[in-house]
């Protein structure tokens, strides 16, 4: 059963988590990716469907949603780039402190909830994030986040048509993440406009994160083990448990044992 961690006082982006987990990622992929079709992992049963349905979802990417994420990202300026961003992530304010009370976690929930209020009000609708700008830490949460919380196993990998990686938990959780968001309750003619501009607001945040994956030697497996490190991150509150055994840990004790940087630090 998962136990959770002490987690930090201040919150860590996803994207930028994201960024740093491709890093390691990348730089494993080139060894399993040589062992990817004779030794499968245990956590990636469905591998040669998650393999089909990835290649159609980068065909799909490369044809349509990657071209309009570019041109978005060259139009729109910055400071308004940054005033949706803030919008999207204040309509899921409300969902976070849901989850953090499911979670055990009432300080982070009413913080969330101050979030959104001040961010609703003195913020224009989430246009400026006024609650950070005062101090107001983010604690983002996930239904499916808290179903792992309270010992529900993630299950396999799971790639799905146009979200991508998940997992068999997550896909389930999938509705109750939807619709405890605001956007779903917004006035048809402007919850589409919206959704369009958050896919695409999200998709050119990634632009450059994702030629750390592109790089690789095997950039399935890199977007599979960048997917598996960072939920584990966020599970745990920033604060996952140290596993020997995994690959990942492996390679970095070789490298501190061999005089890699940082050796000393403590």
């Known amino acids: ?16 988590m994201l960024a740093c987990v491709c890093v390691l990622a990348c730089g494993c992929a080139s060894t399993a990716g040589k062992m990817a079709e004779s030794t499968p992992v245990p956590y990636d049963p469905f591998e040669r469907f998650n393999r089909n349905m990835y290649a159609i979802n980068m065909t799909v990417d490369k ?11 060259k139009i729109t300026p910055t400071p308004i780039r940054r005033g949706f961003a803030n919008i999207f992530s204040n309509f899921t304010t409300p969902r976070s402190a849901l989850n953090n009370f499911l979670q055990g976690k009432p300080g982070r929930g009413f913080s969330e909830l101050g979030r959104f209020l001040f961010n609703s009000t003195l913020g224009l609708g989430g246009i400026f994030d006024v609650a950070g700008a005062g101090g107001m830490p983010r604690y983002e949460e996930t239904f499916s986040q808290t179903l792992a919380v309270w010992g529900l196993p993630e299950g396999p990998y799971l790639v799905l048509p146009f979200l991508g990686p998940s997992s068999t938990l997550d896909a389930a959780a999938f509705p109750v993440d939807f619709y405890s968001d605001v956007n779903p309750y917004l006035r048809s003619s402007v919850r589409d406009r919206l959704y369009l501009f958050r896919v695409l607001d999200k998709r050119a945040r990634l632009l450059t994160a994702e030629t750390l994956v592109d790089k690789s030697t095997d950039p399935y497996i890199s977007l599979r ?9 966020e599970i745990y509150d920033g604060n996952p448990p140290r596993d020997e055994s995994s690959f990942d840990q492996e390679l970095l004790d070789e490298y501190y044992d061999e005089g890699g940087s940082g050796g000393d630090s403590e």
Request: charged share 30%; hydrophobic share 15%; glycine share 12%.
């Open 1 to 16: 059963m998962r136990t959770r961690g002490s987690g930090g006082s201040r919150p860590t982006s996803r994207l930028s």
């Open 63 to 73: 044809y349509t949603l990657k071209p309009l994420a570019k041109g978005y990202k």
């Open 225 to 233: 083990e960048t997917y598996r490190q960072n939920r584990e991150f």
